[in-house]
């Protein structure tokens, strides 16, 4: 039963185009999909993505050294693992996010921190680093407010949707489909119909992903 991973990088508001755009996906998905398991993991609640900051990393470095953790920092790292797990088990991603001052929110890039493991995700060779999440498949949901994959927009200008695939990239996961809902903002006459061009194009995704 193939599993799929969808990581909710937004916070929790209304009229979210990105949102919206994602559970359309969803639902088409378990509709086509009936047997397949779906895991919602949202990044914004109060616990948080496990972090990378002062206690993870004495944390690691007492666990290098073989010794005695707090256990706060048991806790942490039984997060850290069990998060790690759930990623790599996954077959298929979905990635739900707005598009925040030219990037990705804080706490995907987190998220994207918290899954770059060596030997987990990624190995080095000496032919160079090679991606251990070979055969899986990823779909970006991403609204934001300009233009930057249609109607001319320079995709160089989305640097979180560059960054995110070269990450996935690097993991192995090298067939990733896109969902862009932009310009609402700056086009607001045109939000409805933007939004509905996505999710026709979320419903036909789903039933082939
Ligand atoms: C804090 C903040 C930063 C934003 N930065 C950008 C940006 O750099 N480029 C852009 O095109 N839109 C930007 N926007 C607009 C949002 O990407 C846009 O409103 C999008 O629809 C938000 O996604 P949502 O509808 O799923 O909430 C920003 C919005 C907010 C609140």
Same mark, same amino acid.
């Given at each position: 039963m193939p599993t799929l991973l969808v990581i909710q990088a937004h916070p929790?508001? $209304?009229?979210s185009l990105s949102l919206t755009v994602g559970q359309q996906f969803i639902d088409s998905y378990k509709a086509a999909h009936p047997a397949d398991q779906v895991i919602i993991r949202d990044l914004?609640? @109060?616990? %948080?993505v496990p972090p990378l900051n002062d206690q993870t990393m004495e944390a690691w470095r007492k666990q290098k050294f073989s010794e005695k953790l707090t256990a706060d920092e048991e806790q942490l790292l039984n997060r850290h693992a069990s998060w790690l797990t759930e990623f790599i088990k996954a077959d298929k991603y979905v990635f739900i996010n707005p598009m925040y001052n030219h990037f990705l929110p804080a706490e995907l890039k987190q998220y994207l921190d918290l899954t770059a493991v060596a030997h987990k995700t990624f190995k080095y060779t000496a032919e160079g680093p090679v991606g251990l999440l070979k055969g899986k498949k990823a779909l970006h949901i991403q609204a934001a407010g300009g233009i930057y994959h249609? $109607? %001319? %927009?320079? @995709?160089? %200008? $989305?640097l979180g949707d560059l960054y995110l695939t070269k990450m996935l990239n690097f993991y192995g996961v090298n067939d990733v489909d896109k969902l862009f809902i932009e310009g609402a903002d700056a086009h607001r006459d045109q939000r409805q119909a933007i939004l509905d061009q996505t999710l026709a194009d979320a419903k036909t995704l789903a039933a082939k992903f």
């Amino acid at each position: 039963m193939p599993t799929l991973l969808v990581i909710q990088a937004h916070p929790h508001i $209304d009229n979210s185009l990105s949102l919206t755009v994602g559970q359309q996906f969803i639902d088409s998905y378990k509709a086509a999909h009936p047997a397949d398991q779906v895991i919602i993991r949202d990044l914004y609640t @109060p616990e %948080g993505v496990p972090p990378l900051n002062d206690q993870t990393m004495e944390a690691w470095r007492k666990q290098k050294f073989s010794e005695k953790l707090t256990a706060d920092e048991e806790q942490l790292l039984n997060r850290h693992a069990s998060w790690l797990t759930e990623f790599i088990k996954a077959d298929k991603y979905v990635f739900i996010n707005p598009m925040y001052n030219h990037f990705l929110p804080a706490e995907l890039k987190q998220y994207l921190d918290l899954t770059a493991v060596a030997h987990k995700t990624f190995k080095y060779t000496a032919e160079g680093p090679v991606g251990l999440l070979k055969g899986k498949k990823a779909l970006h949901i991403q609204a934001a407010g300009g233009i930057y994959h249609r $109607d %001319g %927009g320079d @995709p160089r %200008g $989305d640097l979180g949707d560059l960054y995110l695939t070269k990450m996935l990239n690097f993991y192995g996961v090298n067939d990733v489909d896109k969902l862009f809902i932009e310009g609402a903002d700056a086009h607001r006459d045109q939000r409805q119909a933007i939004l509905d061009q996505t999710l026709a194009d979320a419903k036909t995704l789903a039933a082939k992903f």
